[in-house]
C-alpha cells in the first residue's frame, strides 16, 4: 500500500454520516459567524467603525495579517464578501455544495475559509476571541472532506479528533496552571455570576450548593483533563465515551451561559468521536455508492497531513511550557492553533455603565439615562437573555473593559464620540437609545459591582440584580471636550 493509500484510505464507509453530520453542523456556525459579520462589522470596523480597517491596513503588513482586504477594502465590499460567505454557509447546510463533486465541495469550504480568514485577520480585538481561530482551523480541515458521493478520507476525521484534543486538553492545562480555585474546586462558586454574558438559568446556577459547584469543578477537569486521550484511541467504546462526555459537558456549558459559539463549535467537532454505526442508530440518511478518492485528492490530503503535522509542533510545545498560552496563533493563517478558555476566575463582577445627558452644563442636578446594551447586565430588573450561539461583540468588550481600562483603550472614547452625534449603525450595535430624538449633550461611564439578587430579594423586588457604585469610570465629556476629536483623528477615526 503506498504512502497516499496509507494515509487517505480506511474504512471510509463507516465514516459517511460523520461527514454528513460535521459539514452541515459546521456550516451552521459558519453561516452564525456570516450573519454577525452582517450586522457587526461596518459599525465596529467599517470605514467610520471605532477602530477602522483601512487605518489597520496602513499599519501592518499583509504577511502579518492576510487578507482579501489588502487588495482594496470599502464597506460595500466588506458587506459583498459578508453575504457571499452567508450563501457559501447555505449551500453548505443544505447539502449542495457536496452533490456537484469533491471540486466544488472543495471550492465552497475554500471560499467560506478564506471570507472568514479575511475578516478575522483585520477584525482586531473585536475578532481576538478563541472560536475564531476554531472556526478557520475547523473550516480548512473541512475543505478536504470531499463530497457525498466519494468515500469519507478517514485521516481528516482524525484530524478534527486532534482539534478536538488540543482545544480540550489545552483548556484543561491552563485551567491547572492558572487560578488555584481550579485546583480548590471553587471556581463554580463565582463563575456563573462573573462570566462575560450570563442568561436566565445562570441565576440558578449560582444558587447550587457548593458541593455540587466543586462536583461541576471536577467534572470539568474530567471533560477536559482525562476525555481528551479518548479521542485518540482507535477502541470505539472508549472513543464514544470521551464523546459522550464532551458533547455533555459543553451542554451543560450552553445551559448556564453564554459563551458565543465556542461550545456549539466543540460539539460540532466532537461528531468526529463517532462513526456510523452508532449515528445511523438516530440519522436516518443513507450513503449511496461510494467512489474512491481520486488521485489529486488523495494528493492534497497527504499534503495536508505533512502540513498539520508540522504546525502541530508549537503548539504542542506550548501546552507543555510553563508560560503556557491560553488562546494563540503560531502562524497567520490559523490553520493549528493553540487553545484555552478561563484560566483566571474573577471573584467579582464590574460592568461599565454608559450615561448620557441632554443639558448642554453638566451640574450636580444633572439628570442622566442609561444606555442599554443587548445582553450584558444593564438595568438590574432585566431578564438576562440568551443569545450563543450568535456574538455579541461589544457586549463581550464591554466585559472585558470593566476588567481594566487597558481592554477599552481603543475603542472606549470612539464609541462614546459616536453616542454623542447619535450614530445610527453605532446604535444599531446596542439596546434601546434614551435620546431618540436628538444627541446628548455629554455621556459618562461608571463603574458598578453586580451581584445576583438572593431569592428573598429577588421575590421582594423582582430584580435579577443589585448592584453598587464602585467607581467613575470616564468623567463626562461632549464633542466640544477638548482634543477628544482631534485625538481620534490621530488614530484614524472619522468625525
Not at 301 to 323: D, E, K, Y
Not at 405 to 428: E, F, I, S
Not at 485 to 495: K, M, R, S
Request: charged residues 15%; positive net charge; contains cysteine.
Amino acid at each position: 500500500m503506498s504512502l497516499v493509500a496509507a494515509l487517505t484510505g480506511g474504512q471510509g464507509a463507516d465514516y459517511w454520516l460523520t461527514r454528513w453530520l460535521l459539514q452541515r453542523s459546521l456550516a451552521v456556525i459558519y453561516l452564525v459567524g456570516f450573519l454577525v459579520a452582517v450586522n457587526q462589522f461596518r459599525p465596529l470596523l467599517g470605514s467610520h467603525g471605532l477602530t477602522p480597517v483601512p487605518f489597520f491596513l496602513q499599519r501592518v503588513s499583509f504577511w502579518r495579517t492576510p487578507s482579501l482586504f489588502y487588495l482594496h477594502y470599502s464597506d460595500g465590499l466588506a458587506m459583498v464578501f459578508a453575504w457571499i460567505g452567508v450563501a457559501c454557509s447555505l449551500l453548505a447546510v443544505a447539502g449542495l455544495s457536496e452533490r456537484f463533486g469533491t471540486p466544488v465541495s472543495m471550492a465552497i469550504w475554500f471560499v467560506m475559509w478564506l471570507l472568514y480568514l479575511s475578516f478575522v485577520n483585520v477584525g482586531q480585538t473585536w475578532y481576538s476571541f478563541g472560536w475564531e481561530t476554531l472556526l478557520l482551523e475547523a473550516g480548512f480541515l473541512a475543505i478536504f472532506l470531499g463530497a457525498s458521493n466519494v468515500a469519507p478520507p478517514v485521516i481528516v476525521i482524525w484530524m478534527f479528533r486532534w482539534v478536538l484534543f488540543r482545544l480540550m486538553f489545552g483548556a484543561g492545562l491552563i485551567k491547572l496552571r492558572g487560578d488555584p480555585c481550579w485546583r480548590d474546586l471553587t471556581c463554580l462558586i463565582y463563575h456563573y455570576q462573573s462570566q462575560p454574558i450570563p442568561n436566565p438559568l445562570s441565576w440558578y446556577f449560582n444558587r447550587l450548593p457548593a458541593v455540587i459547584d466543586k462536583a461541576g469543578v471536577l467534572f470539568n477537569h474530567l471533560a477536559e483533563l482525562i476525555a481528551p486521550f479518548g479521542y485518540l484511541v482507535p477502541f470505539r467504546p472508549i472513543r464514544y465515551s470521551a464523546g459522550i462526555i464532551t458533547i455533555a459537558f459543553q451542554g451543560m456549558l450552553i445551559l448556564s451561559g453564554n459563551l458565543s459559539w465556542l461550545n456549539w463549535l466543540t460539539i460540532v467537532i466532537a461528531i468526529s468521536c463517532f462513526d456510523d454505526r452508532i449515528l445511523a442508530r438516530v440519522l436516518p440518511v443513507h450513503a449511496g455508492a461510494l467512489e474512491p478518492l481520486a488521485l489529486p485528492h488523495q494528493v492534497a490530503i497527504t499534503v495536508l497531513v505533512l502540513l498539520v503535522g508540522a504546525l502541530s509542533i508549537p503548539p504542542v510545545v506550548n501546552m507543555f511550557s510553563r508560560q503556557q498560552l491560553m488562546n494563540a496563533s503560531f502562524e497567520p493563517l490559523h490553520l493549528v492553533n493553540t487553545y484555552g478558555a478561563f484560566g483566571s476566575i474573577s471573584r467579582d463582577r464590574y460592568e461599565v455603565v454608559l450615561e448620557g445627558t441632554a443639558d448642554s452644563v453638566v451640574t450636580p442636578a444633572t439628570s442622566w439615562k442609561e444606555y442599554e446594551f443587548k445582553a450584558k447586565p444593564g438595568d438590574v430588573a432585566r431578564r438576562p437573555r440568551v443569545v450563543a450561539p450568535y456574538h455579541l461583540r461589544l457586549d463581550w468588550l464591554m466585559w472585558f473593559a470593566a476588567l481594566s481600562r487597558d481592554y477599552a483603550d481603543p475603542w472606549m472614547l470612539p464609541l462614546v464620540a459616536r453616542l454623542l452625534q447619535n450614530d445610527k449603525p453605532t446604535l444599531g450595535l446596542m439596546g434601546a437609545n434614551p435620546f431618540p430624538d436628538r444627541p446628548p449633550g455629554f455621556i459618562r461611564a461608571r463603574l458598578y459591582q453586580y451581584r445576583f439578587t438572593t431569592p428573598e430579594q429577588r421575590r421582594q423586588t423582582g430584580n435579577w440584580w443589585s448592584r453598587t457604585l464602585a467607581d467613575e469610570y470616564l468623567r463626562p465629556v461632549s464633542l466640544r471636550t477638548p482634543g477628544l476629536i482631534e485625538g481620534l483623528q490621530a488614530q484614524g477615526w472619522v468625525y
